[in-house]
Structures are given as structure tokens and as C-alpha cells.
């Protein structure tokens, strides 16, 4: 997709209007979204998708605790059944697709192979986020912004995410954002909250305190890495059904990276496949060399130069399907940079930053009287 076609949609009414609009804008994406991740899903024998639908819904405590933490948005995904006119159990449960893949034990060695990086912005410069989003090039085509409203003071949160599905990333104009990449092999938590929801939930808090609050004190379905940056600082978190740790580059709190194996968290209890470690490994290697190694304040060219990087022909950091024919089932479908200072805007190719062009968008920020 070019970045420029993507479609932004403008959320500012009630959880339930902004699913429907959402549903109906999208409806033939979602549909076709839905079908792809469908026939690319990975069960066990025997098991058919609707069983696994229901048995992934109704054999955890995903929905009560998402009830729990934000109520809203079930009125949301239940609101892009309807505008989509899709059966709601099966859009609930495209929310939940790291959820799946441990529930029915799915070690795909084509796993997310998503990268990211932090630097904490230092005098007048930014924080600066950036992230490669890799999944099943299902997704291309299906890229989507949602720019919702808080009707409250009016901020914006910008969330990047594809037809249907409530969220993968996101920044909010109240000056905070967060990037998350998975953890296969952390101990998962049947009766925790959902990645996608724990990403919506972390940016609907009111300030960054909170949003760290949550982002450590929520309980985790799935194992996930998520890079949080606010105006002041960076920090990494390793998440899972057993705990959390905090993974510190050596003693620096100035810059991260990050892949898709746990760096200081103990509780790893599934191994990880040769392939995604290979994978893991030389990517995080790349941007070691490339953007941890250097020092002080970042640049939005540094980070589009490091998320642009193929060091590795097999195993790089940006994945081009048409180039990585060994692997054409994989690609980056996105690339996001949140830069968070005095002002805060998102940049976003949609697609491989070496073949699809960055768009900046502006995210508002409260009203100075709300």
C-alpha cells in the first residue's frame, strides 16, 4: 500500500459509533482481512476455526478483564461487528491473535519479527520511538490510522493498527507512546489482558504516570515487549503471565532496542525456533551497531535509516517480500515513529521503509483548560 492511501479515520463519538464507523468505512477490508488471517491461521489438527474461535473466548478470562480495565472498548469492537456486518465472536477474537498462537501452542517459525528502538529526548530534543511492525503479508493493503478524539479535553490518540482490529501501536497528544513487539516464550496468563487491549488501555490514560502505572501493574495475557516513551524518558519493559522485567541497554537510560527474544526476563517456557532466533538475534545485532552504540539525543533520520536496514540479505530488519523471496509470507507492513517533545507527531510508511514513503501526522494535545 502507499502510505498516502491508507485510510485515516476520524474517531470522535461514542465507543459504539466509533466501531460502527470503523465497521462500515472498512467493511470490505475487514472482510477480506478477517478471510486471510482465517486461512493463514496455524491450529492443530482436528481443530476447526469457528471451535477455536469459541473455545479461545469462552476458556479464558479475556473478556471479563478486559471488562475490568476498559469497558469501552468492547462497545468499540462490538460496534465494528456490527458496521462491518461480521459475526462479533469472530471479530473479538482478531483481537486476540498473540493470544491464539500460545493458547493453541502455535511455535510458527514465522512468528513476529517485529524491531524496535527508543532514545529519551534530552534538552529541547524529542523522545523518539520507532518500530518495523512484521506480520503475514495478509496484512498489506489493510493498513489503517484511527485518530480518536477524547471528547474530554479533545487530545488525539493516533493508532496504527489494520482494517479491523483495534490496535498494534500508538501514540497520544498528552505526550506519550508505545511501541510493542512479541515474546513467544514468556509464560502466558489465560486470565490476563489482551496486547491489543493493553495498548488501547495504556493510551487512554490522562497523563505518562499513569500510563507506566499500567504498562506494570496490569496483568499480562501474553508475552510482549513494549518500548514506552513520554517527554522525559525511555524505558523497556518485558512483559508476561508471570511478571515483568525491565531491560536496561547496560547502564544507559538513554537509548533501547529491542526484538523478539527476552534480554533480562527469566521466565521463558517455550523455546523459541531456530529460524526466529537466527532472525531475533542479527536484527538486534543490527541495531546495536547501527543506533544503541551511539550516543545522545536521536534524530528522525537516524531512525529512518535504522529501520530502513538489510545488514543481513536473510534476516534483516526491514523485510521486502518482493526481495525476500525465501520468506515471501513475511514482510514489514509498517513503519512507525513517534517523536514526543513540545509537540507530538507520528511518521508512518505503510510498508517497508525502503519501498514505501513516510507520512508526518500531528496529534493534538488536551485543551490547556480541560
Keep these: 500500500m502507499k502510505t498516502e492511501d491508507m485510510p485515516v479515520?476520524?474517531?470522535?463519538g461514542s465507543p459504539r459509533e466509533n466501531g460502527r464507523h470503523h465497521g462500515e468505512i472498512l467493511r470490505a477490508e475487514i472482510k477480506a482481512t478477517i478471510d486471510l488471517w482465517q486461512s493463514s491461521a496455524t491450529l492443530p489438527a482436528g481443530i476447526t476455526f469457528p471451535w477455536a474461535v469459541e473455545s479461545l473466548i469462552q476458556s479464558t478470562g479475556f473478556i471479563a478483564q478486559i471488562k475490568a480495565h476498559i469497558p469501552d472498548l468492547l462497545e468499540e469492537i462490538a460496534g465494528i461487528a456490527e458496521g462491518a456486518n461480521q459475526d462479533l465472536n469472530l471479530v473479538l477474537a482478531f483481537q486476540l491473535g498473540d493470544?491464539?498462537?500460545w493458547f493453541f501452542r502455535d511455535q510458527d517459525v514465522r512468528a513476529d519479527r517485529c524491531s524496535a528502538i527508543g532514545a529519551a529526548g534530552i534538552g529541547a530534543e524529542p523522545t523518539i520511538i520507532g518500530q518495523n511492525i512484521d506480520v503475514g503479508s495478509w496484512a498489506d493493503g489493510m493498513q489503517v490510522l484511527l485518530r480518536i478524539r477524547d471528547p474530554r479535553d479533545e487530545s488525539e490518540t493516533l493508532v496504527f493498527t489494520v482494517a479491523g482490529m483495534v490496535a498494534m501501536?500508538?501514540?497520544s497528544g498528552r505526550g506519550f507512546g508505545l511501541c510493542c513487539n512479541t515474546l513467544l516464550q514468556l509464560s502466558p496468563n489465560p486470565r490476563g489482558l489482551p496486547v491489543a487491549a493493553i495498548v488501547r488501555r495504556t493510551l487512554a490514560s490522562r497523563t505518562a504516570a499513569e500510563a507506566?502505572?499500567?504498562?506494570r501493574t496490569i496483568p499480562h495475557a501474553s508475552?510482549?515487549?513494549y518500548v514506552f516513551g513520554s517527554r522525559t524518558e525511555i524505558r523497556n519493559l518485558e512483559c508476561g503471565g508471570s511478571g515483568i522485567a525491565e531491560y536496561r541497554h547496560g547502564a544507559r537510560i538513554d537509548r533501547v532496542i529491542h526484538t523478539n527474544h527476552p534480554l533480562v526476563h527469566k521466565d521463558a517456557v517455550f523455546p523459541l525456533?531456530?529460524?526466529?532466533?537466527?532472525?531475533?538475534?542479527?536484527r538486534l545485532e543490527s541495531l546495536d551497531r547501527r543506533f544503541a552504540s551511539m550516543t545522545g539525543p536521536s534524530t528522525y533520520e537516524e531512525v529512518v535509516e535504522v529501520l530502513q536496514a538489510r545488514d543481513d540479505p536473510d534476516f534483516p530488519v526491514?523485510?521486502?517480500t518482493e526481495l525476500d523471496r525465501s520468506d515471501p509470507y513475511w514482510m514489514t507492513i509498517a513503519a512507525t515513529i513517534f517523536e514526543i517533545g513540545d509537540t507530538v507527531q507520528m511518521h508512518c510508511a505503510a510498508g517497508?521503509?525502503?519501498?514505501?514513503q513516510f507520512v508526518r501526522f500531528g496529534v493534538n494535545p488536551p485543551r490547556c483548560c480541560a
Design 9 to 12: 479515520l476520524d474517531l470522535c
Design 223 to 225: 508475552g510482549q515487549n
Design 273 to 282: 525456533g531456530p529460524l526466529l532466533e537466527t532472525s531475533s538475534r542479527l
Design 212 to 215: 507506566l502505572h499500567v504498562l
Design 99 to 101: 493470544e491464539m498462537r
Design 318 to 320: 526491514c523485510r521486502e
Design 169 to 171: 501501536n500508538g501514540v
Design 352 to 356: 517497508p521503509p525502503t519501498q514505501s
